[in-house]
């Protein structure tokens, strides 16, 4: 009897499982967003959940697209990909969005990817790994700059200045090791050697260890890729061993608070990003200074206790792409493909984006502009080289 | 025959669900939760049953997920051939793990198995030749007979739920016999046990390895139907969820397991709308459940079967 | 048929049972009595293989069980209950005594998993012995209900169910009558001779005298490990040392304290 | 000072006593004697504290004391010297009266704990020499001063002694049994549990029999000794037969 | 770089990271010697202990000696907060469940740290100088030498008041014997209430002296409990010499592992030794079997 119980009870569970739907409203345009708000990745996903909250906003309060409001579906898949795969289902067959916008992390991104293909939905990521487009899916877009891209502009500013042995160290998440990947590949082609190669766990304490053997090496330059706190750890650690070579890091490193995190150590680190961060220095002839002073100005307006931060301008970028194609050729999943993937010249946040059949990430290595720390903020190190000419 | 009857309301249910139901949402939920009564159910025999804890089962999910993920996609080994090599690997290594394991007990016990479930993340990690690393690999192929594929939800839904009616049926006859018998009573006094001529070393190593083997088909199924795995999803997390279902259904009972798993499978879908909000509403309900259910979601279903049933059975007798 | 030679089990130090020889023979009741302390318990965990003796030999039916694991000895014959009742209280009354079958029984997981005609029929054998027993040792419960609710002597009825049903050569009963009124020791004094008389041998560590004297045909005293006495009921009553060890000595001191 | 009024308590499913009563009058030694299991222990665990099911009446000077936990009747000037000793093993001899001491630190004086320490080391004068030893270390009569010794420091009025001689060489046990008297003739009231039933009696004024956990003799100490049926309860049925 | 230097770099370097892991062990003994539980909010205890020293001393801008006894209190009252609530009420729980039961709290309490500091990591500045310290050719922080400073103080002020204080002695008394400890008149659910405010203590101070190296976000306490509990393990539950010699061993092994061997499988070389010491003494380098055998799930 108790079997049958616990049976039933098993039962009534599995069947008001299925009542987590929501009511359907019908009158606006949805769109559905997956982001990791919880989870180790939260610190990414929440800037992108705000961001797109902030443009749903924005859109509606100018009377939405063609009279319709939209609606922004945000579901929590909490960095676990078996949620996302739910999230995805869940947006899909129940709020019969028309694209979607997310997930933050790869792992997500590649394990959904199927999803959007088989349910013919547009889903534009804003994750990093390339493996996402790449080998292309039909229905599937990603807003980052290429991981390759980041390393092949490290690599050139390296061989500018004659270096030519490099340790690279890096976290074994799948931002470090998709970062580690591309470094590999791409180093020899640009002549330059890995004569050290490390990793550490991204909850990791103490990099001292590794670093201690990338300074017996004889690396004339350090590569660290990784998200925070690793990348503070490693500049402070690196400061701390007296190691004098120049340390670069990954695009990861573009938030401001690291700067603070870092302090001393942080000054003269190199690294590729997006030009959100140093907008304030971009020329009137940039053609991203409107959006990005724009984006950066509403985001500080409505989120005044957090930072601007480039992956909340993956969700910018990834959100208007949509919302340009719905403008253009209504609410309609096909066409909306086909109109993001003949997108040209889109101006976002992460540089100017030209999608093609062949290329669903749509930024070359333009989208970055190398950066470093001076003085306690970012600028970019083409005008630090100036300075320094000017002064000679 | 009456105690047929549960496991044949719950096939009944099971087929009918998807008719009831329709969304592939709500069937791919679903299928998560299989996956997850697949473990949970064979964790119950060691967990409640044996009375063996175990912090690294998401170790053989990893391994059957990884095996059969990389044998279809690098040597293009049919799927189901795969299956059952990630089955004869897993029981391998369970038992060359249990083996020096079980010896131990209580804390020290969770704590090798939790060291040995994160090696095998820190494998899955850093082998990146072999495994592709933190980022994971795609494209694994969809199981199929013959010229059927179960590439939809529901087909694959059919699949896993058949495996867990499959392995109720197995596991309940085993729990009604003298194997069953002798593991309860392994949990209940490995002194008494021994002395009634049950030997607990060999039914502990067993139990272990019949449940590590029942994990990898669990992650096989999961690298076949999302046909995307990454570490992440086998890393001490999970294994604490596993467990965590386990408890939270009612350990001394495998209909618990599947309770448990049905629950904390579908939370977090409940949970969406709270938001950020979710992960306290989560602590909050676990914690609710541990403090005044201790025996588990079942010990509920007990409760109410003595208020309801148990007063009527009892008045003759008074 | 079992045979105790210079028995010694140590615990860093302390010398439980120390240099212990006796023998109990076929089919009697054979009683060890002692004060707290005097390592009876202990006698008889070596006796069962759940602990290893220091020195000695332990023969059973002329076989050297020393070294065995305890569930090898189980299967050999020996069966025991615990003094404060080891049954199980996560399985019915009736598993409890199923289980006691388990050491008789030998279908593997594959067949009881199939539910192969072989271990159906085991099962139905299992089930009828367990019943047989649960009756024979004159319990009135419900089989199925948990022994969880049951009052203490009845547990302990099925623990002896559970012990009788591995058809053991020789049973070793833990203080049989302890926290047993005075009726329900009768009952089970009873029950310990019906045992030996269907032909069980019976060994039995116990505290009441009156059980003790009843119904053993053998009376070993031990006291601090060792043997003090051996023998009939009555001589073992009569003999002096023993009165002295039980009853205790005079207290000189107190008679005349000193100031 | 203690009356006990139909005592019954459970270990789980197992009633250990069945209706105790019985009664120790200030400044007296009284005595529970009875085989092994009989539940004399039980009776002195219950009054204690330690047995959490009871029915019945535990009176302490007239107040109900049952079902207060442990630490609430020590307060009260109970004291239990328990089975085995239970001191506090890894532990000094030191450290082990101090806990003895332990609800008295708040509002007794540094002088006057000293001073009982002192006291206790006047009664065993081993222990002042080993006070720096662990007590896991002492042998077993010293263990069992110790253990006394720390009841003592908690200044009871009642003091409940478990087998005080078990496992004690004889000279250990006289010695033992030395300082019952003595600790008597300071005014403190005694309920001693012993198996050895002679030396019991012999410092006891009153004694109860205990069998299956009721009372089955009870009477002056004096008498019991040479009462038969005394002998019956240790020595079971049939026993004045063979003994006469 | 002399090889010299760079081994002793290595162990410098293990030795800041195992004395954090070995006041995390501390923590787990002292609630584990009093209840028999392994309480897995510790981890949370540690990362509460950053978040309110950088609250209260850049958003309130308390100079950081008061701040620190502040933020220590604090941790405490969430301790025995969650000690009153979801412990203290249960009638004799099983140890499985009282586990779940922390486990739950960490998580809760980690989704409350969320709410309170957001996800972004949190900075603290160093107690001191930046400048390292170099000694025979490896480097050393200030803030390293605070760590192991403040460990030190743990281990002082716990030898002290274990042994030397009378509720201290009475915490060993309800560790080794719960019966004997009330006879004495000693409240044991009073002990057990306490042990988790120490505990909070030792984890926020542990939690308040890595922050300027680490950086603390709400996420932090849960890799910092594992490795935590594997010094515990390791050094033999329970006892408190046992977690300082493991805590400061894993780190070293994790340091030369990752130096010498290779630094992908660093953590899997701690744990392989941790085990192949479970597997030869199973109570672990200083436990005793005795203890492990009493309590057990």
């Known amino acids: 009897m108790k079997r049958i119980l616990a049976a039933a009870a098993i039962m009534c569970l599995l069947v008001s499982g299925i009542a987590f739907a929501q009511a359907v409203a019908p009158e606006p345009i949805k769109i559905g967003a997956v982001f990791a708000v919880t989870g180790p990745a939260s610190k990414l996903g929440e800037p992108e959940r705000n961001t797109v909250k902030m443009i749903e906003a924005e859109v509606n309060a100018a009377g939405g697209i063609k009279g319709r409001p939209i609606e922004i579906i945000v579901e929590d898949d909490g960095g676990v990909e078996a949620n996302t795969v739910n999230a995805v289902k869940k947006l899909i067959t129940n709020d019969k969005v028309i694209a979607i916008v997310g997930p933050t992390t790869s792992g997500a991104s590649l394990a959904v990817k199927p999803i959007a293909e088989e349910n013919s939905v547009p889903l534009v990521s804003c994750a990093a790994a390339e493996k996402i487009v790449n080998p292309v899916a039909k229905w599937v877009f990603k807003t980052p700059q290429k991981d390759s891209d980041a390393a092949i502009r490290i690599f050139e500013n390296m061989k500018s200045k004659g270096i030519s042995k490099i340790a690279i160290i890096t976290s074994s998440d799948g931002f470090g090791s998709t970062g580690r990947e591309q470094l590999k590949k791409h180093s020899p082609a640009l002549g330059i050697e890995i004569v050290a190669d490390e990793t550490y766990a991204p909850a990791d304490t103490d990099m001292t260890a590794q670093l201690t053997k990338i300074k017996a090496s004889e690396a004339q330059a350090v590569i660290n890729w990784s998200v925070v706190p690793g990348q503070v750890i490693v500049a402070k650690n690196m400061r701390q061993l007296g190691m004098t070579i120049p340390l670069y890091q990954s695009h990861g490193f573009g938030n401001p608070k690291n700067i603070q995190a870092c302090g001393e150590a942080g000054e003269g680190i190199i690294f590729p990003a997006g030009r959100l961060l140093i907008v304030d220095e971009l020329g009137a002839d940039s053609k991203q200074k409107a959006v990005l002073a724009k984006y950066k100005a509403d985001y500080q307006a409505k989120y005044p206790n957090d930072q601007v931060s480039t992956f909340g301008g993956h969700a910018y970028d990834a959100l208007w792409l949509v919302l340009n194609a719905i403008k253009a050729v209504g609410p309609d999943k096909a066409k909306i493909r086909d109109y993001i993937e003949n997108t040209k010249g889109f101006v976002g946040t992460g540089g100017i984006f030209n999608f093609s059949a062949e290329d669903h990430c749509g930024l070359d290595k333009s989208a970055f502009e190398m950066q470093t720390v001076k003085g306690g903020k970012f600028v970019a190190l083409s005008s630090v080289k100036e300075e320094v000419k000017a002064k000679k | ?318 | 048929m079992l045979n105790v030679e210079g028995l010694t089990k140590e615990f860093g130090g302390v010398v439980a049972v120390n240099d212990l020889s006796f023998e109990v023979r076929e089919k009697q009741i054979k009683s060890i009595i002692g004060p707290n302390g005097a390592g009876k318990t202990t006698l008889f965990n070596l006796l069962t293989g759940l602990l290893p003796p220091s020195r000695g030999r332990i023969s059973f039916l002329d076989t050297n069980i020393c070294g065995l694991r305890p569930h090898v000895i189980a299967r050999m014959g020996v069966s025991r209950s615990f003094q404060n009742v080891e049954i199980f209280d996560n399985m019915s009354i009736l598993e409890n005594v199923m289980l006691g079958r388990h050491c008789r029984t030998s279908c593997g997981a594959v067949s009881i998993a199939l539910r192969r005609r072989k271990a159906v029929k085991e099962e139905a054998l299992i089930r009828e012995e367990a019943l047989r027993q649960i009756e024979a040792v004159g319990l009135d419960a419900d089989p199925h209900s948990s022994p969880a609710a049951l009052p203490f002597g009845k547990r302990r009825l099925v623990e002896f169910a559970r012990a009788l049903a591995t058809s053991p050569r020789l049973l070793l009963l833990d203080e049989p009558a302890s926290g047993l009124n005075m009726r329900e020791t009768e009952q089970v004094a009873q029950l310990i001779r019906k045992i030996r008389d269907s032909g069980v041998t019976v060994m039995l560590v116990e505290h009441d005298m009156s059980v003790v004297m009843e119904i053993s045909d053998d009376v070993l005293v031990m006291d601090y490990g060792t043997k003090i006495a051996e023998g009939k009921p009555r001589e073992v009553q009569k003999n002096r040392e023993v009165i002295a060890r039980y009853l205790g000595r005079s207290n000189e001191y107190a008679k005349n304290p000193k100031p | 000072m203690l009356r006990i009024q139909n005592l019954k308590s459970y270990y789980g499913r197992l009633q250990a006593l069945r209706g105790i009563s019985l009664h120790v009058g200030k400044g007296e030694i009284v005595t529970l004697i009875g085989a092994n299991g009989a539940g004399k222990s039980t009776i002195l665990n219950t009054v204690a504290g330690l047995v959490s099911q009871s029915e019945g009446k535990i009176l302490l000077d007239g107040k109900d004391i049952r079902g207060l936990p442990a630490e609430k009747i020590v307060k009260r000037g109970v004291a239990l010297v328990p089975e085995g000793r239970q001191l506090f093993a890894p532990m000094t001899v030191a450290d082990n009266l101090a806990l003895g001491a332990y609800l008295r630190h708040r509002n007794g004086s540094k002088a006057e704990l000293e001073q009982d320490a002192e006291m206790v080391f006047g009664l065993f004068p081993v222990l002042k020499e080993r006070r720096k030893q662990l007590a896991g270390t002492l042998s077993g009569g010293e263990q069992q001063m110790l253990a006394i010794g720390r009841a003592l420091m908690s200044r009871p009025c009642l003091l409940l002694l478990d087998e005080p001689s078990m496992g004690l060489a004889p000279k250990m046990a006289d010695e033992i049994f030395r300082t019952i008297v003595r600790l008597k003739q300071q005014g403190v009231t005694i309920l001693l549990v012993e198996q050895n039933a002679r030396m019991a009696l012999e410092v006891a004024e009153q004694g109860y029999v205990i069998e299956t956990g009721q009372v089955v003799v009870q009477g002056p100490s004096a008498d019991l000794l040479r009462n038969h049926d005394v002998e019956r309860a240790y020595l079971g049925k049939g026993y004045e037969k063979v003994w006469e | 770089m002399h090889s010299f230097s760079i081994t002793l770099q290595y162990i410098f370097t293990g030795i800041a990271v195992g004395s954090i892991y070995a006041m995390v062990a501390l923590g787990f003994n002292i609630i584990y010697n009093c209840t028999g539980i392994i309480n897995f909010a510790q981890g949370e205890f540690v990362m509460l202990g950053g978040m309110f020293m950088i609250t209260l001393t850049t958003t309130w801008k308390l100079p950081s000696l008061v701040a620190f006894p502040i933020a220590v209190a604090l941790v405490v009252l969430v301790g025995v907060g969650f000690e009153r609530i979801a412990i203290h009420p249960l009638k004799s729980p099983s140890v499985l469940v009282l586990i779940m039961i922390t486990i739950a709290g960490s998580i809760l309490i980690k989704g409350v740290a969320m709410f309170a500091w957001g996800k972004e990591p949190c900075y603290l500045p160093h107690f001191s100088s930046e400048t390292p310290i170099n000694f025979l050719g490896a480097t050393i922080l200030p803030q390293n030498l605070w760590i192991l400073g403040c460990l030190a103080a743990v281990v002082i002020v716990l030898a002290w008041f274990f042994n030397r204080t009378l509720v201290g002695k009475a915490m060993r008394a309800c560790a080794h014997n719960r019966d004997a400890a009330r006879l004495v008149g000693i409240n044991v659910k009073q002990m057990v209430t306490l042990s988790f405010a120490l505990s909070a203590a030792i984890g926020a101070v542990a939690g308040i002296v890595i922050t300027p190296i680490i950086l603390m976000d709400y996420q932090r306490g849960a890799m910092l409990a594992l490795k935590g509990f594997g010094a515990a393990i390791l050094g033999g539950l329970g006892s408190g010499p046992g977690a300082v010699v493991a805590g400061l061993l894993i780190g070293v092994l994790e340091s030369l592992g990752a130096g010498y061997i290779s630094s992908h499988y660093k953590d899997a070389i701690a744990l392989v030794v941790l085990l192949g010491v479970l597997f030869i003494r199973p109570a672990g380098l200083l436990g005793s079997a005795e203890i492990q055998r009493l309590k057990k799930f």
């Open chain 2, 1 to 318: 025959m009456k105690k047929h009857v549960p496991l044949a309301l719950f096939v009944v249910i099971v087929m009918g669900l998807p008719v009831l139901l329709k969304n592939p949402y709500y069937i791919g939920a679903l299928v998560f939760v299989g996956i997850y009564s697949l473990i949970t159910i064979s964790l119950s025999l060691v967990l409640g049953y044996a009375g063996q804890i175990s912090l690294g089962h998401a170790a053989f999910y990893g391994i059957g997920a990884y095996t059969s993920g990389l044998l279809t996609t690098r040597w293009h080994v049919s799927p189901w051939f795969a299956l059952a090599c990630s089955m004869v690997i897993t029981g391998i290594l369970a038992y060359a793990i249990g083996k020096p394991v079980l010896k131990l007990r209580g804390h020290y016990l969770a704590m090798a198995t939790l060291g040995l479930g994160e090696i095998v993340y820190i494998f899955f990690n850093s082998a990146v030749d072999l495994t592709a690393g933190p980022s994971g690999f795609g494209q694994i192929p969809r199981l199929a007979i013959g010229g059927l594929v179960f590439k939809d939800d529901i087909r694959f839904y059919y699949l896993v739920w058949f495996t867990v009616a499959v392995l109720l049926a197995l596991v309940l006859n085993i729990i009604n016999s003298r194997i069953g018998r002798a593991l309860r009573s392994i949990h209940g006094s490995e002194t008494a046990a021994n002395a009634m001529g049950v030997n607990t070393a060999s039914y502990k190593i067993q139990i272990f390895v019949f449940s590590a083997v029942i994990s990898a088909v669990a992650g096989g199924y999961y690298a076949h139907f999302v046909t995307f795995i990454s570490p992440t999803t086998f890393d001490a997390n999970t294994s604490i969820l596993l467990v965590t279902m386990v408890i939270v259904g009612g350990m001394s009972n495998v209909w618990g397991a599947v309770l448990g798993a049905a629950l904390l499978g579908t939370l977090p879908e409940y949970l969406r709308r709270f938001g950020d909000y979710d992960i306290l509403v989560y602590g909050a309900i676990m914690m609710v459940i541990m403090m005044f259910a201790p025996g588990g979601l079942v010990s509920l279903a007990g409760l109410v079967k003595q208020k309801f049933v148990g007063n009527l059975s009892r008045e003759p007798a008074a």
